[in-house]
């Protein structure tokens, strides 16, 4: 089956889902607001609408793999705008790779608990459904962690959603947003420490591209000298200035599916907001998240053996496309991330990072004036960025 263009309804996504997978659907008192939630699948959010059967499918949905029913070797990719991982993915300290195994895509595996599989479904409401999982995964180092996951999926209030971004939404906005509450506990008998390697939550959204898509990354003041670069590139080579671009305040980055690409955010330079504009489309995207005040360290997921495996990124945005010229690439789709701290968990302790997904559609000037309340930037400045 071919995918629908990046315009698909919210009904047909729907339609296709349910004839493969089980879902929780989380709905308003209206229906406007809905949120499609796959316990099968990792009790992942797959997609979310604010206009009901008819609205835009805001989550990226990997029609030709969820229909297979295979299991793919290294990553099942379903794709879904919210789905739980654990870091760090590259280094001496990585899941996602076997001890003396050489970090290329060869050999890199997605560990079975995140990637295949339905998670026990504990409780449901019309706005909350919750899971959860019990897990033991061995690092690169051979460290062995034996943990629970909780994780809730609530949708959420417009009266909830003015408090959280602190202005009132305007009437002429439609608007879906929701959160997963995402806790570790150490179900182990051994502490978790940063000499044998530590994991840390990594929630990760996959959304339609466009031409027109610019992801918008507010970061924090301080010259490099004291808070480090603005952005890390270096992931999978350098991203050419009309595609990663910034000004005094905010990071710019393509988000059309054709090129290959990401960056991140240190603990020095994240804020806690960030999101994109799809302009073709009118879709204002707002991702929060957890963002600790103190100084804490965030797991190095580089694919090498690291000389500091604890100076990773909290907040990332990858852009799909070709991995080589003639390979189509995975997708395409662009994502949004966010990672807790490296959690080091005594026996029983626990921690709990919690990721938000906010979508905004309808009138331009109203869309406006919260991108600029939020991001700290126009419609106008951010469509103008790479041209469009």
Partial sequence: MEPLPETATFGADLEFLQEHTSLVVLTDAEGHAQVAVSPDMQGR???????????????????????????????NVFGGEDRFWLGPEGGQFSIYFKEGDPFNLDHWHVPEEIDWGPWALVSQSAEQVAFEKDMRLENYSGTVFDLKVDREVRLLSVDTVNVLLGLEVDPGIRMVAFESVNTVTNTGSEAWTAETGLLSIWILGMYNPSPTTTVVVPYAPGSEEDAGPVVNAAYFGEVPADRLTHDDEVVYFKGDGEFRSKIGFSKARSMPTFGSYDAANGVLTLVQYTLPDEDDQYVNSMWELQADPFSGDVVNSYNDGPPEPGVPPLGPFYELETSSPAMALAPGEAHTHVHRTIHLQGDEAALDRTAVAVLGKSLDTIRSVFGE
């Fill in 45 to 75: 959010v797959l997609t979310s609408t604010a206009q009901g059967s008819d609205g835009t499918s805001f989550g990226w949905i990997n029609r030709t793999v969820i229909a297979s029913g295979q299991r793919q070797e290294h990553i």
